[in-house]
């Protein structure tokens, strides 16, 4: 339940908002979304390159002609993160700031002077969350995996979980309570392809994604998913795709990218994976363990 969830698992919000408009929007969130209040767009663009927030609400009243390029900019450089302009009040300046933000490109004006304004501002954070590449991904992937022993899925679930941090095998088997040499023997066992590469395309996934925001550069994409440096960032990309990362920028979208996941790791090995329990011993496993004296 939405309500349940903890503070790290809600959908992180940039706000260029008035103080008061701040209690309000935090109270109207509660258990829904987490805000990250700024003092200026030039803030709040922060945060977007650097992937700690995934929609941004900027007030009516924070938006005068010489606010406009750069809300253009935010939107230019940022077209898959949710925009919403907030309208808490009307002032003699109101008209004039809207007409600035239509011209922009923010098409999304929510007015909170009714309580239903309030309900579609939640509704309009919280469907961001649901937009993300995991969620797209694992949405995919259920189809192509019905079936697949529980073993396998939580397979497919650990790489496009909510952590990223999950960048090594050896933090994968962690994760899934099991020795990184077991993992790859039965990987190898079933003739399939090694988890290593498996993890690897899958960050490519959340990097082609993060890349449909021209405001993200290689570099700040390389420290979201935490590859050492923007060349260690690079060389994954030739290795995987023989490809530069500008080229692998224009080339992929997130889904395209998954897609490419699913042709080269999922549709030609799905025989294999609806019987694949890789966190399961064996049958027999038990009694090859044990001295020949007790059997």
Known sequence: MLATMGPQSLTPVATVLLPPERLRVDA?????????HRDSLDDAMHDLKAHRAHA????VACCGGSEADKVAQLVREFPRVPAVAL????????P????????SGLQTLIDVRTAGGWRELREALVAERGATVERLALGQLALDLVGVPPDCWRFFEALF??????????????????????????????????????????????????????????ASVANV???????????HVRTMLHATAVEFRRRYTGQRMLDHFREELVIPYLPTLRV???????????????????M
């Open 96 to 103: 004039r700031a809207v007409l600035y933000l239509g011209r």
């Open 225 to 235: 998913l935490d590859y050492s440096s923007p060349q260690s960032f690079g060389r």
């Open 161 to 218: 979980g909510p952590s990223a941090r999950i960048t090594t095998v050896r933090t994968l088997a962690a994760h899934l309570h099991v020795l990184p040499s077991t993992l790859m023997s039965r990987f190898f066992r079933a003739r399939l392809p090694a988890p290593k590469r498996y993890l690897a395309t899958a960050r490519l996934v959340r990097a082609a994604h993060l890349f449909e925001n021209p405001g993200r550069s290689v």
């Open 28 to 36: 109207a969130g509660e258990g829904l979304y987490r805000t990250l």
């Open 87 to 94: 309208l808490t009040q009307v002032e003699p300046s109101t």
């Open 56 to 59: 941004v609400v900027i007030s």
């Open 276 to 294: 694949f329990a890789p966190l399961t011993p064996p049958p027999g496993w038990l009694a090859a363990q044990l001295p020949r004296d007790v």
